[in-house]
């Protein structure tokens, strides 16, 4: 899969764009202000595989609370800002790494070039966000309602503007709850730009919704080259829009490393807890993310035995008990209630 060549933009201790890999973000929700929760919450995105954090700043006191935020972190920081163009120059000042405004709706351009300028002296990127829910009137009437060329050219208004303020430190994303609508627009846009994206799909849903639409918009855009850091929006704990990140490049081989694990799907013939034991090594192996190798968890004798060859270390499933294989050999039985401390112990050897 050949990348896109973008413009390399710095963000913190980052870099997007450029040809470097794509990076996972995610946003808080918890209240900004309370900069323990938030604190506490953007550690475990990170020990989860998180590279950059947003954070909503809806007032002077969460602009605030980002200079201690940033103190307690190890990931950049972006200050996501709507409306107020005072709250993104405080942001600022008070450390973010980044910050995400829709030009549109911050009011006169001599607001955004307040905004712009501040940027500018702190040395930061401006992530330059349009959504479809917020397209303007003209546009709306000149494509006649919401569509990709609507949103890309709205997009591009606000990328001249600033860039006709002479700062060119931009990252853009167009987002669109629509999945087709999103691809075509990212299709258009990376056409016609060489600035990085920051791909994903908006207000997707739940946690299962969400992540089969996410799945298939990004992975369609990501396979094309385009992207260079992406969210997963979920209805839920940002956790689970980090896995699902992590998944979908690793599926997509962007992403190396991590223990990927491959399990059936059940069927007549099983004859242990598969469904409880698979899900309780998902949940196990987030603790070896430095190994890169495969596990199979396999429900009996039939296919079983073949995958858990296949992979590195895997289980098929007997009755009552479960045959352990790494490498292709055989190296025990084991009873059903010990399969996975047995696999655990393999991989802490590995
Ligand atoms: S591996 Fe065995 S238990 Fe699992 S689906 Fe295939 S045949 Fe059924």
Redesign the pocket.
């Known amino acids: 899969m050949s990348r896109q060549n973008t413009k390399a933009i710095r963000i913190g201790d980052r870099v997007v764009g450029g040809g470097n890999p794509v990076l996972i973000q995610s946003m808080c929700n918890t209240k900004t202000q309370d900069v323990e929760a938030t604190v506490r919450q953007i550690n475990i995105l990170t020990n989860a595989g998180c590279d950059i954090i947003r954070v909503a700043v809806p007032d002077m006191e969460a602009a605030e609370a980002l200079k201690e935020i940033k103190k307690q972190i190890t990931i950049p920081l972006v200050a996501d800002i709507h409306f107020d163009y005072r709250l993104a120059i405080a942001s600022i000042e008070s450390g973010a790494d980044k910050i995400r405004i829709n030009p549109g709706n911050i009011g006169s351009p001599d607001r955004v070039r307040a905004v712009v300028e501040k940027a500018r002296e702190y040395d930061i990127p401006i992530r330059v966000g349009v959504n479809s829910g917020s397209l303007e009137k003209n546009l709306l009437e000149k494509y006649g309602g919401v569509t990709a060329e609507g949103i890309v050219e709205s997009a591009l208004d606000k990328i001249r503007m600033i860039e006709d303020m002479g700062y060119e430190k931009l990252v853009i994303s167009i987002k669109s709850s629509d999945v087709l609508m999103c691809i075509k627009g990212h299709e258009l846009i990376a056409a016609r730009s060489d600035y990085p994206l920051h791909v994903g799909i908006t207000e997707a849903g739940t946690l299962t919704s969400g992540t089969i639409k996410s799945s298939v918009g990004l992975g369609i855009i990501l396979h094309q080259g385009i992207g260079d850091t992406i969210r997963v929006s979920l209805t839920g704990d940002p956790l689970e829009e980090i896995k699902a990140g992590k998944l979908i490049l690793k599926t997509l081989g962007l992403r190396k490393g991590g223990v990927e694990v491959v399990s ?7 004859r242990i807890d ?1 469904i409880a034991l698979a899900n309780q090594v998902e949940e196990m192996v987030s603790r070896f993310d430095h190994l890169d190798i495969k596990v199979a968890v ?7 035995p073949g ?1 858990a060859r296949e992979a590195d270390i895997g289980i ?2 007997g009755i009552g008990e479960g045959l352990l294989m790494k490498k292709g050999e055989i190296i025990r039985k084991v009873p059903e209630e010990h399969l996975l401390s047995a696999l655990q112990e393999e991989l802490m050897k590995m």
């Open positions: 059936c799907p059940t069927c007549g013939r099983t598969l396999m429900g009996c004798a039939v296919n079983g995958e098929a499933g």
